[in-house]
């Protein structure tokens, strides 16, 4: 009895610690995919004209980090013929919180900028929708020309950054997919970067492509087309005070960022650019 007990339990403990695997190697728009032991549990089809789901997202305003050049704006999304439109533009924008006696040098980086140059919008699911493991996917075409940063990633819940935590599970900027992890009372993290050159795929811009995480208690991977970006292995992603973000609930965000720390130059890029999203679908 002993023994068979032994192999049941460690079989279960495999399972849990397998990735887990879709039914089909490519979603589609038109229906969920099914992934072995996981149900739909939520998703945005984007099927509906306007503006998004206020049930299912809400905006961050304003100059937000990285010392990015972007104003975010609701106004900068919408929904159209099935997808979600996050639109970066050229445009100036007058920033209400400008100080002009600010010293440019100082931590506030927003006070001393009298305008934005660039509109954006950025999404997210904070104090409507958060998830503790699963599967998280969205299929999506992104613009990879200089200066700008789309992102689909999550934030912890509980806590400042970083001690929340921060999945990136599409970071792009500077010819690279960016895949990272973030976690602690200072900043750790486990990078990934996979440039866009590696497809060989001239067209690999114009074509939509599917990003998903799969997240339980022991391990995060993240994929591009089921192609293996970045293992964080949870064991490892303790904080200073014992405690771990990513064994915790996340909210999703999806943003179109211009320039900033990692963004590149925006100079010459032509403008507007445009993040479209097909749909963002949890299975847990």
Same mark, same amino acid.
């Given at each position: ?134 599967? #998280? ?14 992102? #689909? ?45 590696? #497809? ?85």
């Amino acid at each position: 009895m002993r023994i068979a007990l032994r192999v049941l339990i460690a079989c279960i403990v495999l399972f849990t610690q397998t990735p887990i695997t879709p039914a089909s190697a490519q979603a589609t728009s038109d229906s969920a995919i099914s992934y072995k032991g996981r149900k739909l549990v939520w998703a945005d089809e984007f099927t509906k004209n306007g503006r998004p789901s206020r049930r299912n997202w809400t905006y961050e305003t304003g100059f937000v980090r990285n010392r990015e050049l972007q104003w975010y704006q609701p106004n900068n999304a919408w929904c159209q013929d099935g997808l979600l439109i996050i639109e970066a533009r050229r445009e100036r924008k007058r920033n209400p919180n400008y100080d002009p006696n600010y010293n440019p040098k100082g931590s506030n980086w927003r006070a001393p900028r009298q305008y934005a140059e660039y509109t954006s919008a950025s999404l997210m699911t904070k104090g409507l929708h958060a998830w503790k493991y699963g599967t #998280f996917e969205m299929r999506a075409r992104i613009d990879t020309r200089k200066g700008l940063w789309p992102s #689909f990633w999550t934030l912890g819940v509980a806590g400042k950054w970083p001690r929340n935590g921060e999945i990136d599970i599409l970071e792009y900027y500077l010819g690279a997919l960016h895949a990272n992890v973030w976690w602690g009372w200072v900043k750790k993290w486990d990078l990934s970067r996979k440039p866009i050159a590696d #497809f060989n795929d001239p067209n690999w811009s114009k074509k939509f492509h599917v990003w998903r995480m799969d997240w339980n208690a022991y391990r995060i991977n993240i994929f591009v087309d089921d192609i293996l970006l970045n293992t964080t292995e949870l064991k490892n992603t303790y904080d200073g005070h014992g405690k771990n973000p990513l064994r915790k609930p996340h909210y999703l965000l999806l943003n179109m960022a211009v320039g900033g720390r990692n963004g590149g130059n925006s100079s010459n890029t032509t403008f507007p650019a445009r993040f479209e999203v097909d749909y963002v679908r949890v299975y847990q």
